[in-house]
């Protein structure tokens, strides 16, 4: 038999005990005893737009809030967006794109115009926790970004000093793992020769202002191009034998935290032993062409739903098991106007009416085929979220209360 702090209280004090129990939440959250046991984040999402049938912003902001996920990246600023997630508490990663890197490059009041419009219009409303200078520059083929990439992060960084925002808006650049001239075994890893000369200057500034390594770590790419020598389970976090990788002396029992080691090895070898790895974009393809090997529901099923499960527990990788491993899955919805092979168009957790794509713990927020017809829709729920949250907040500050009171 259960018993809740509801049975002792009549129907009709409900209303004035429900200001009470609003009010001892924002007491509780605020107090210095929940502070500090506030754990980093980990889990993030990739929410990409090149589609014709996504939902508005506004929606996807209820979407991310019902999924309880608090940190996204997206790959511009588009200011519909930007203003959407004012006031939702939602932490954003936006893009610098590669088509304005040379312009930003060419001068400070370049960057310092894009950051005004882009950047100081939204906070603090909106919380940008950092611009993403170009994406997958360094090992690609436009080579004439290669040399603009430091030039235009430094000029970011420093329209972001002189306004005041650079202790809360981080300067980064994602890196897919072409820049790695090979990454097995882990510990073998090392930039490739090439792109070394410009790898490495631009580490030194990040070292300098304290950004992290971001990598685009995707296992799924891994076995696609290679499904005669990768054990399809070692990908997927399932049970298998795994690796052992000699020089270190660690077995990889996944593929992900290989590839992370893999990264944070050729860090070491370039002298930035302290700077922190986070996956800038993860995940596996529900849907691919022919020869597009392992792009399945059922896969894709089993990749994000272990890989949630990974990063939840907050630990770290074999290399650096103190440092937990935080990572943006890629993508929020499928994107189909994307170009390229099947795959592209076929990574998103969530169908464009809201419903899940597969079921890896999140409801979503209109039924799918299988699910119940129970569930509301966006507008039912954008227009009814107060009422149903405002009773919701009596039990959770019940439960909030209780776990404070066993934690002392």
């Not at 990439?149 to 972001?160: D, G």
């Not at 002189?162 to 072409?178: D, F, I």
């Not at 002396?249 to 996944?254: A, S």
Request: hydrophobic content about 45%; glycine content about 6%.
């Amino acid at each position: 038999m259960q018993c809740t702090f509801f049975d002792h209280l009549p129907t009709s004090h409900m209303g004035s005990s429900l200001f009470f129990w609003f009010f001892l939440i924002l007491s509780v959250i605020c107090s210095p005893v929940s502070a500090s046991h506030s754990v980093t984040w980990t889990y993030g999402v990739n929410y990409g737009r090149i589609a014709n049938n996504l939902p508005a912003p506004e929606s996807v902001v209820t979407l991310l809030k019902a999924a309880k996920i608090n940190h996204i990246r997206i790959y511009n600023a588009d200011h519909g967006v930007l203003q959407a997630f004012k006031g939702s508490g939602i932490e954003i990663i936006i893009g610098l794109p590669n088509e304005l890197l040379t312009e930003v490059s060419l001068g400070e009041d370049r960057a310092m115009n894009w950051v005004k419009d882009n950047v100081q219009a939204f906070v603090p409303g909106t919380r940008i926790r950092g611009i993403a200078v170009g994406n997958e520059i360094l090992g690609g083929t436009t080579m004439e970004l290669w040399e603009v990439l430091l030039p235009a992060a430094k000029n970011v960084y420093t329209a972001l000093y002189r306004l005041g925002l650079h202790r809360t808006v981080e300067v980064s650049s994602p890196h897919s793992e072409a820049v790695f001239a090979n990454s097995f075994p882990p510990s073998a890893c090392i930039f490739r020769p090439d792109v070394a000369p410009f790898m490495k200057p631009l580490l030194e500034f990040f070292s300098q202002i304290g950004s992290p390594f971001y990598i685009n770590a995707y296992p799924f790419l891994a076995y696609k191009n290679d499904p005669q020598h990768i054990d399809i389970n070692y990908a997927l976090f399932k049970d298998n034998p795994g690796i052992y990788d000699a020089k270190t002396k660690l077995h990889y029992d996944n593929m992900f935290d290989a590839q992370v080691d893999a990264a944070y090895a050729a860090l070491d070898k370039a002298g930035f032993s302290k700077m922190e790895v986070i996956v800038s974009e993860t995940g596996w393809a529900s849907r691919g062409d022919p020869d597009e090997a392992g792009a399945t529901v059922k896969n894709a099923k089993t990749y994000n739903k272990n890989l949630r499960k990974r990063l939840l527990k907050k630990k770290g990788t074999p290399f650096r098991p103190h440092m937990a491993v935080r990572a943006y899955v890629f993508a929020l919805f499928n994107e189909n106007l994307k170009p390229g092979p099947t795959s592209e168009r076929n990574f998103g957790l969530f169908k464009p009416d809201g419903s899940i794509a597969y079921n890896i713990g999140f409801t979503g927020l209109v039924p799918s085929v299988a699910a119940s017809s129970s569930l509301l829709s966006f507008k039912e729920i954008a227009a009814q979220g107060w009422l149903r949250s405002s009773y919701l907040l009596v039990p959770m500050a019940s439960a909030v209360v209780l776990l404070q009171c066993l934690r002392l």
